[in-house]
């Protein structure tokens, strides 16, 4: 056991300003059965590690945000939080507490004043309980997220009640455990090898006081198909404000050998003019997406006029919508994209397109479509000058 104390760590070399959350994502799920961790399933729309961190990215007092995670499941973990610019992930131990001691160590060098290490089976964290556990550490070294205990509490044995416990002034442990740092790194480096069960013991052990922070029940973990069920539903019904946008673009035909399409290269007899890439259906998925938000549309945010989008890949523009919606704590829903052209098919293409689509946008792909049309050779299009696109987005916000 180490006799390192917090007195050992240097104190010149902490940021008294700065708050890092530790997302614990290093468990395998193995309750929850399944061949994929729980904070790698899907939950209305995107993964439940997303949502955990997506949380305390969008917190103003959350300096910066480190996963630990297990990296038998790296690829999960790149697919679940990409476009996210998240530090290295820290690889995770046998234990959850060699776990989040391994993160906190991933953490020394920067020193930050306070770290909040969270279960990233925890997707319904609200920003309240993030602000009242950061207060706490004001006035003392831990804080702990907890619900007291309102149900009768019984004492089983061979299947039959051996008596009743009194519940005064007993809680349920959650997280976010907030800690100040240098005595919490302390304190897990002295308890290397123990089996404590949460970060809260570990502190307890180490003799520092733990400030008891109520909580929400919606900051359940999930734990089960049917937690997961839940959650879902809390999730939505928190997203009551839902909006439909829609969104239209053309661009001609010029000389060139290809198309872009929804972010897939389509070769082609000509290519399509336009400042960008001029990917129509992307386009004109910016647009609806934007619409929904009442934002404005695609120029207004990457006007034609500025040279720094010449030639621009024009999923820059989608990602951008993308996270507009991710910033005001929402979800793009569903998305459908109609490309309208005699030339070229799209249908060889769909698939492509569609799966590009949802990559961009980091949802399922079964809430992606993509399909096309002809005018029956009438007008711009049926002449072959040039292709359109409509699409329409659903947005699911705060309500």
């Not at 799920?29 to 061949?35: D, I, L, W």
């Not at 290269?265 to 647009?287: E, I, K, N, Q």
């Amino acid at each position: 056991m180490s006799s390192l104390n917090a007195s050992s760590i240097n104190a010149s070399s902490i940021n008294a300003s700065s708050c890092i959350a530790l997302i614990v994502a290093a468990g395998t799920g193995q309750r929850f059965g399944g061949e994929r961790p729980k904070q790698y399933l899907d939950l209305a729309g995107q993964p439940v590690l997303r949502h955990t961190v997506e949380a305390f990215r969008r917190h103003p007092k959350v300096s910066a945000v480190r996963v630990v995670i297990n990296p038998a499941f790296r690829d999960l973990y790149d697919a679940a939080v990409a476009g996210l610019d998240l530090p290295e992930p820290v690889a995770g131990g046998a234990s959850r507490q060699d776990s989040v001691r391994n993160g906190l160590e991933a953490l020394a060098d920067s020193a930050p004043g306070l770290v909040l290490i969270h279960d990233a089976a925890r997707p319904l964290i609200d920003a309240g309980t993030i602000d009242a556990v950061i207060a706490a550490l004001d006035t003392h070294p831990a804080a702990l997220a907890a619900v007291p205990v309102a149900d009768t509490l019984k004492r089983g044995e061979d299947g039959l009640v051996a008596g009743t416990v009194d519940r005064s002034g007993l809680w349920r442990a959650q997280t976010p455990q907030g800690f100040r740092f240098p005595e919490i790194l302390a304190a897990h480096r002295n308890a290397a090898g123990l089996e404590l069960t949460d970060d809260a013991a570990v502190a307890e052990r180490a003799g520092l006081p733990v400030a008891l922070v109520p909580a929400r029940e919606e900051n359940f973990k999930v734990t089960t198909p049917d937690d997961l069920t839940r959650a879902t539903r809390a999730f939505d019904s928190a997203l009551s404000d839902i909006r439909t946008g829609s969104g239209f673009d053309v661009h001609r035909f010029a000389e060139g050998d290809h198309v872009t399409l929804c972010g897939v290269r389509v070769p082609h007899t000509h290519r399509l003019d336009g400042h960008s890439d001029a990917d129509v259906g992307l386009h004109a998925l910016t647009d609806a997406i934007l619409g929904a938000l009442c934002a404005g549309d695609i120029g207004s945010h990457f006007p034609p006029s500025d040279p720094q989008w010449r030639g621009a890949d024009s999923a820059l523009f989608l990602k951008h919508a993308a996270e507009l919606v991710t910033a005001r704590g929402g979800r793009i829903a569903h998305v459908d994209v109609t490309i309208i052209c005699e030339r070229p098919k799209v249908g060889p293409h769909r698939e492509a397109m569609t799966a590009r689509v949802a990559e961009i946008l980091g949802m399922p792909v079964d809430r992606v479509s993509v399909k096309a049309t002809t005018t029956e050779r009438l007008g711009f299009t049926g002449r072959g000058e040039g292709i359109a696109a409509q699409a329409m987005a659903t947005v699911r916000l705060p309500g």
